[in-house]
């Protein structure tokens, strides 16, 4: 990283900085024969190996200026910046390795039909281009206002919608500076109003084009009568492009106010908020008869977001040299769709088995991906139960069911338990997060703890559906026999003919928690002994990440995040979080 500062003229100044950040990697993966009965052996030994090169460059141009002239008090700034990053890689492997002593990929041969040798590899590079603008006015620290506006040019759309135009105007009253406010106990009242639009292009590169994969085993085909026959290449298209897709814009309205009582002992702030968010960016199906193995990229929906945040701050400082700071903090947001394609259009999603089963539904008028699922009621303990579960012309609404399987309820009335018995049932996004900061010092120690949670949101245990499904959870010890009528875990079947695995309000969960996220003590050494070391400062310290999680929900995070927009709140059993507990010093010289 490199930067330099240059005073041009009284308040005008200059500033570049360039940077750049390079990463190589390389990786290898080496299987040895190995035999575990007839279905699971392999004979010869394989090996795969990868390197990449990352590299990402930002450049940027400041010019700023600004002065006083009375009360009044201006500044100024213009840039400009570019970013690049440039990704390289290559893989290369075989599943025939000469000897497993020789652990190079030339030592890779084919000696049957089903040996084989690929290579592959990337090679694309990314871009942004910014021009930008901000002013800043405020009259006696009274009246503040700030205007700024931005023009950014992106790699990731074609020529027609490359570049985007943002901008964003706020101001603020500090009333507590006013000659006719006199309160002793209100020490800072700061009423505040902003409004802007913001771009989005955080998508895959090249999504205006389409993709094509050339040659391979599958692709490749031998044409003629010939016995020697020369193979041609074949190709196959795994994506479709989008020559139109566009920035995504939110424009955002901001309310709110920054408070401060006895003498700014306790500080905090409230904000109203309220952004839609248009042309969306986002994978949008296509019919899997189309051959094609990728989602197009489609601006696709209108969204609104709005809600409020809450925080406020104790500072306390203790006569006996116990001082610190609390800090807790509470949001709420409401989230829905207010366009998405035709009127009629939806998007299923959330999928548990491949692309079955699909648990979220988006569209109009609700929150994006909301659980669609059928509603059980309870299991049925007996077959006078499955007998009185009858629709209006008396026919058995689950004629399949056995005691021991679960109940679903006919929603629409049709007579009948179909997808059109499907309701919508929340959504993966929580109704409040939470947060709690407690940081403190005392002599020569120090102490900080930090919690979040979530409440009011669900989770669709997607792995637990899996496992039920394959007859692999430890939960099944404790399924629902003739003997053992006294559980919530329904009978276990090899041919499931009830559906008592279909997506239903079963596999939902309340997963709502509160967590410990960080802790840590410290303590600094004093400094009349550090000074003998010749540094200027030492201090030892532990600490944790990660460390308790309260919840019901059962699966291994309550707070997972997936790949799309669409399937929120799905758990399809990623890897569970990792609690970290660390030994430290910090030294200065």
Known sequence: NVAADLKIWKGLSYKFTIGNTIKNGYSYTQTSPYDFGPQAFVENASRYESRYRDESSVMNHLLNYETKIGKHDIKAMVGYSREEKIFKGTTAGGNHLYSPLLEVLSKLVITSGSDFIRAGGWNWTERLESSFGRVNYNYDGKYFFQGSVRQDGSSKFGSLNREGTFWSVSG????????????????????????????????????????????????????????????????????????????????TFDAGIDFGFLNNSITGTFDYFDSETTDMLAPTPIPATSGVIENIYTNIATMQNKGWEFSATYHHTGKNGFNFDITGNISHTENKIIKLGSEDAQIQDGYVDFE?????????????????????????????????????????????????????????????IDDGDKIIMGSGLADYDLGLNFNGSYKNFDFAIFFNGKLGQNMYNGAKMFLYKENRSSDLLNAWTPSNTNTDVYRTSFNDVNGNNRVSDYFLEDASFVRL??????????????SKLKLNRLRVYAGATNVLTFTKYSGFDPDLTNGSTFSRGVDRGYYPLSSTFVLGLNVGF
């Open 172 to 251: 603020g009253w500090a009333v507590h500076k006013e000659e006719f406010f006199k309160s002793s106990f209100i020490s800072e009242l700061k009423p505040r109003m902003s409004y802007g639009i913001l771009g989005n292009e955080d998508i895959p590169p090249f999504r205006y084009l389409s993709g094509i994969n050339i040659g391979g085993g599958q692709l490749n085909y031998p044409f003629g009568s010939l016995p020697s026959q020369v193979v041609s290449v074949g190709a196959i298209a795994t994506s479709v492009g989008n020559e139109n897709i566009k920035w995504e814009q939110t424009a």
């Open 517 to 530: 996220k960080n802790i840590q003590v410290g303590y600094t050494i004093p400094q009349s002994f550090v």
């Open 356 to 416: 079955n089963n699909p648990t979220t539904i988006t569209k109009e008028g609700l929150p994006v991906a909301s659980f669609n699922l059928y509603k059980s009621d309870g299991i049925f303990q007996s077959v006078d139960q499955i007998n009185a579960h009858k629709n209006a012309a008396g026919d058995l609404l689950q004629p399949d069911a056995k005691p021991g399987d679960l109940k679903f309820v006919d929603t629409d009335n049709n007579g009948y």
